[in-house]
């Protein structure tokens, strides 16, 4: 498996990150038991996989904790922490105190079974609830820091409403941030102009996700968020066919499928460290694995994807 440097943490990560959410959640949401779940983490570690990322509200933690038993020093561990009120509004101002985040912490030692998380991230967070995170939780964080329960602050953001990185645009000014977590694909790949010079500029790592969701695996979905995307006048339809925009990637000297061309598209953007992937099938991990090591796309398609979708800032691909 292909490594990186992971920013200015210092940390060598593999390319490939297992994601432990999404549609998925290691098959969870579609009945695999704990033990294929494990199975998948094993699957991982062993081709060569040392980024586990997982989250409190993805209720996997158990599962990674379980994984990872006697493998702990293998791989680079990164959860996230809702920063609301159980029970409250995500996007609202009910929110918790640095006191009460460092009480839930503990939950996920416990939960993974470590006693020092590598990256911990405040998950999800929206511009509007970006004060408080620098007024009560940045403290938190580094008093956690401090007391050796974790190694490197972490934000992410709310991708699936926030497609134009409001929030990141905004936290990366500060010098707070050790990781960030942000949405890029081929549909949506507005982080090249506003998060990723940043990031590169101050040495941040920087995790992709939604790199393949619904609207790059599902055909269906693909041709309706690209009518939808046409309607608006958001892209040049002269370059492609509605119903089947992506043939142009099909070309025996570009790539074999959709997904295959989505993950190369983001394995190889400058200022992408991790791109995270998640599934539920030991036949799809090896064959998202294989992906990301593959070169990147010829010229010719990056420059066409980005004729096409280089100004779309309006959507996740979820």
């Known amino acids: 498996m292909q490594q990186v440097t992971f920013g200015k943490t210092g940390l060598t990560v593999s390319v490939a990150g297992l994601g432990s959410g999404g549609h998925s959640r290691l098959g969870q949401s579609y009945g695999n038991t704990t033990a294929q779940s494990i199975a998948i983490i094993h699957a991982a570690?062993?081709?060569?996989?040392?980024?586990?990322?997982?989250?409190?509200?993805y209720g996997t933690e158990p599962i990674v904790g379980e994984a990872i038993k006697g493998r702990r020093d293998e791989v680079i561990l990164s959860t996230k922490r809702i920063i609301f009120q159980k029970g409250t509004s995500p996007v609202g101002t009910d929110l918790l105190s640095g006191e009460d985040f460092m009480t839930g912490v503990e939950d996920?030692?416990?939960?993974?079974?470590?006693?020092?998380?590598?990256?911990?991230?405040?998950?999800?967070?929206?511009?509007?609830?970006?004060?408080?995170?620098v007024r009560e939780l940045v403290p938190a964080l580094h008093k956690l820091r401090e007391q050796?329960?974790?190694?490197?602050?972490?934000?992410?953001?709310?991708?699936?409403?926030?497609?134009?990185?409001?929030?990141?645009?905004?936290?990366?000014?500060?010098?707070?941030?050790?990781?960030?977590?942000?949405?890029?694909?081929?549909?949506?790949?507005?982080?090249?102009?506003?998060?990723?010079?940043?990031?590169?500029?101050?040495?941040?790592?920087?995790?992709?996700?939604?790199a393949v969701r619904r609207a790059l695996s599902d055909p269906t979905a693909t041709a309706e968020i690209i009518r939808e995307l046409a309607a608006a006048d958001l892209i040049d339809t002269s370059e492609l066919?509605?119903?089947?925009?992506?043939?142009?990637?099909?070309?025996?000297?570009?790539?074999?499928?959709?997904t295959e061309a989505a993950y190369r598209f983001c394995r190889h953007e400058p200022g992408a460290d991790v791109i995270l992937t998640g599934t539920g099938s030991l036949d799809h991990l090896k064959e998202n694995l294989d992906v990301l090591q593959m070169p990147p796309l010829p010229k010719q398609a990056q420059d066409k994807l980005r004729k096409i979708f280089g100004n779309v800032d309006s959507v996740s691909g979820n």
């Open 241 to 258: 066919t509605l119903d089947s925009p992506f043939d142009f990637l099909l070309a025996p000297d570009i790539a074999s499928s959709v």
């Open 108 to 133: 996920n030692l416990k939960l993974l079974g470590t006693d020092c998380i590598d990256v911990l991230h405040l998950h999800g967070v929206f511009a509007n609830q970006y004060d408080h995170c």
């Open 45 to 57: 570690m062993d081709m060569g996989v040392n980024f586990i990322d997982t989250a409190t509200a």
């Open 148 to 210: 050796g329960k974790i190694r490197c602050l972490g934000i992410t953001e709310r991708f699936i409403s926030d497609t134009d990185h409001t929030m990141l645009s905004r936290a990366l000014d500060d010098d707070f941030w050790d990781v960030v977590m942000t949405g890029f694909n081929m549909i949506n790949p507005s982080a090249r102009r506003t998060v990723l010079p940043k990031t590169q500029e101050k040495n941040i790592a920087t995790l992709i996700m939604f």
